[in-house]
């Protein structure tokens, strides 16, 4: 913990941006008493400082949504896809924790006051199946009433996101890659999305995207920030938002440097 304040008060003297918000990926990973997407994890984010959550949607073969990465389940040899909602709900995940349905993921969020929760759609097994969970998502969270300041959605899938902005066009969209041949700013702009969330090697070999987004409007997201050169890198470009696996420390950081900077 030391290591980050000492890094952070290094970096203050160059530091003249707004700091990123902290985004909590799957709430936390790899977490000593947590596991990944649950309601657990959630709220540990939003107690260490988040000031926001990502997590993973999934539907099981007879169409039940529920919070889970997958496809893999730890100990089992079904897939989410492949498993009931019956059969799901009786997973146990390391630790003892249950898999959550996005309803119940919702009504739990909705306590949190002022936390965002940024729901990736995971692509499933066929293009209907994509369009049958994101429509399904949209109902729930209309049921639910989930508002935008609320609720933002992502996806690796722009044909995904493309329907959300059908279905719900005052929720934010952001669009997710990856690796060094990603689409620059413009491209998300173009297709009427809200933001860009990129790995680190895409930021690396594009660093230019960064003040394209800026100069755009186009909010961005610097991911897996799981250390405090990954977060440094991030603040001196600029950066709007980091995801991190590790939130308690991703926080203290950027407090830390923002503190300093006062």
């Known amino acids: 913990m030391k290591k980050f304040i000492f890094a952070a008060l290094l970096l203050a003297g160059f530091v003249a941006s707004a700091q990123p918000k902290v985004v909590g990926h799957r709430g936390c990973r790899d977490v000593e008493g947590q596991y990944e997407n649950t ?14 959550v990502e997590f993973d949607v999934q539907m099981t073969s007879d169409g039940k949504v529920v919070v889970y990465h997958g ?10 896809h492949q498993m009931t909602w019956e059969e799901a709900k009786a997973v146990v995940l390391p630790g003892g924790f249950k ?8 009504k739990e969020a909705k306590k949190l006051k002022d936390l ?3 729901l990736e759609i995971k692509q499933q097994p066929t293009r209907e199946l994509d369009m049958q969970l994101t429509e399904k998502i949209v109902g729930i969270a209309k ?3 989930m508002t935008p300041k609320k609720l933002e959605y992502t996806s690796f899938s722009r044909t995904i996101l493309k329907k959300i902005i059908e279905l ?3 929720f934010k969209t952001i669009y997710i890659a990856s690796g060094v041949h990603v689409r620059d700013a413009a491209y998300a702009k173009e297709l009427g999305f809200d933001g860009i969330s990129y790995d680190l090697n895409a930021w690396l070999n594009h660093p230019e995207i960064m003040e394209q987004a800026k100069k755009l409007g186009i909010e961005t997201t610097v991911w897996l ?3 405090y050169e990954v977060i440094q890198w991030a603040i001196m470009h600029g950066a709007d938002y980091v995801s991190t696996d590790f939130p308690a420390p991703a926080v203290q950081y950027v407090k ?3 503190g300093y900077n006062k």
């Open 39 to 52: 309601i657990s994890s959630l709220k540990y984010a939003f107690e260490v400082g988040c000031d926001a």
């Open 225 to 227: 920030t799981n250390n």
């Open 143 to 145: 049921e639910c009433k």
């Open 71 to 80: 496809p893999k389940i730890p100990g089992y040899e079904k897939t989410i």
């Open 256 to 258: 830390a440097v923002k």
């Open 168 to 170: 719900s066009p005052k």
């Open 99 to 106: 898999i959550p349905t996005l309803e119940e993921y919702f």
């Open 116 to 118: 965002v929760i940024v």
